[in-house]
């Protein structure tokens, strides 16, 4: 288990290849090694790896199976480059971002960068098939840190008010101020249009560039994205959930009113889990005080009976 709390930047000395495997060598510093021992789990650039052999008080070798190669950016880095890299969260440690398992489930493409002062905003793409679970507001590991996302793609992922009007991100709503638009949203709602499909953003602090391998991005360049686990699976469920009521309807229909059906089951699962959100977000919160909880050697807290699930 991970926090998605960067606490180092390690650098590839070496890279070796073998059928189906790859075996790197990090060079870290003395205080993350302390008490590391072969078969510990370390999340690199968010991917959990194991460490197969320790030359030194600095050196650290990992072994990468295949299909993590398949899946990651692992495949690509070369000597020299800079990594991400957290310890296994242990116990009595604080749970400052989300739970992560260490498995990344895509790659996601940097396709803007803006730097206002003191901050930054980066714009990633992921295919189609991954934007169901992610919102904006919820939460996604990227090479290993807890980030949280700005904004999605509006074109692609449009919702709608009981008006049936779409609902458009704060970003893109003027706001009436004395100064008139806030610099900041101003900034979000002209980059790119909000063009790109398939498309979130997310807000780096100067902390959160100072910790970890972001400030070293380029568009372009490629990074591992792993889903919120409690958003996958309420996503999931609705959408089977759903899919199994209307089956069932259409092969009596007609093919324009299958064709219809199917695309007002699309616009009622994004309306459910869009629904679900707040609930996601305090089931989390949960999960992460049992975390701690766990972590700091206390009872776990009881649930009050007398409250019901309203859902």
């Not at 295919?127 to 840190?145: D, H, T």
């Not at 009436?176 to 249009?193: H, M, R």
């Not at 305090?282 to 009881?302: I, M, Y």
Request: contains cysteine.
């Amino acid at each position: 288990m991970f926090t998605g709390i960067v606490t180092d930047i390690a650098t590839i000395t070496s890279i070796r290849d073998f059928d189906g495997l790859r075996t790197i060598t990090l060079s870290l510093i003395p205080e993350f090694c302390e008490s590391l021992t072969i078969g510990a789990s370390v999340a690199v650039d968010g991917v959990c790896l194991t460490v197969s052999k320790i030359h030194d008080h600095e050196h650290v070798d990992f072994d990468i199976m295949l299909q993590s190669l398949r899946t990651t950016t692992l495949a690509e880095i070369k000597i020299g480059a800079h990594v991400n890299v957290e310890r296994a969260a242990k116990e009595g440690a604080e749970v400052g971002g989300h739970i992560l398992s260490g498995h990344v489930d895509c790659r996601g493409k940097i396709i803007d960068i803006q730097k206002p002062p003191n901050n930054w905003m980066i714009r990633f793409e992921v295919e189609p098939e991954w934007m169901r679970y992610i919102f904006s507001k919820g939460f996604l590991a990227i090479n290993g840190a807890s980030l949280t996302v700005s904004d999605i793609d509006v074109q692609k992922y449009p919702f709608t008010d009981v008006d049936n009007r779409e609902i458009r991100p704060s970003a893109e709503r003027p706001r009436s101020s004395a100064e008139g638009q806030c610099p900041t949203e101003k900034l979000v709602s002209e980059v790119n249009g909000y063009t790109q499909k398939n498309s979130f953003d997310v807000w780096l602090i100067p902390e959160t560039l100072r910790r970890t391998t972001f400030s070293e991005k380029n568009v372009g360049d490629f990074v591992n994205i792993e889903i919120e686990r409690s958003t996958q699976i309420v996503v999931d469920a609705v959408r089977t959930a759903v899919e199994e009521q209307m089956r069932l309807l259409l092969p009596n229909l007609s093919t324009v009113h299958q064709l219809k059906l199917e695309n007002e089951l699309e616009e009622t699962m994004k309306l459910r889990t869009a629904a679900l959100l707040p609930r996601i977000m305090n089931n989390r919160e949960n999960h992460k005080e049992h975390a701690n909880c766990f972590c700091h050697g206390q009872p776990l807290p009881q649930n009050n009976p007398s409250q019901k699930d309203s859902t």
